[in-house]
């Protein structure tokens, strides 16, 4: 054996020209327990299985957010887009109905008092957004 070649049980760095043994993660002889890989398949499926269903119900209320908030638009749309000669005040509830002509407008008269096509009750909020009562 060459004085370089140092034996099978010596743990020695050869980049770092030093003996190391207690500074591996491992085991470095021959007496020390055997490394054994821990099986952890049914580990990962559980959790797997978990995190899908943690993910399908977080896009299950985003979906369900955005089903929403298209809904809000499509009302922003219908009310801004209808024929009223008043400005709404904000917390008030007007109702929208459609003339003959099928072409929507805001009153202030409750669907009880009138006889006109009802579409539905909004309520202009503070973020002058309408919201359907």
């Known amino acids: 054996m060459s004085k370089d070649k140092k034996p099978d049980q010596v743990v020695f760095n050869e980049s770092d020209e030093r003996y190391d043994a207690s500074l591996k993660p491992y085991a470095t002889n ?19 299985h978990k995190a899908n269903k943690q993910i399908e119900a977080r896009y299950m209320e985003l979906k369900a957010a955005y089903d929403n908030m298209l809904e809000e638009l ?20 007007y109702h929208l109905y459609r003339d003959k002509n099928k072409a ?25 957004l309408w919201k359907k009562v």
């Open 30 to 48: 021959v007496g020390a327990p055997a490394i054994e890989v821990t099986d952890i398949s049914s580990w990962k499926e559980r959790n797997v």
């Open 74 to 93: 499509e009302h922003n749309n219908l009310v801004y887009n209808a024929r009223y000669n008043f400005e709404p005040i904000v917390g008030e509830t």
């Open 104 to 128: 929507p407008f805001l009153s202030i008269l409750t669907p009880e008092t009138c006889n006109f096509d009802f579409i539905g009750s909004f309520q202009l909020n503070s973020e002058l």
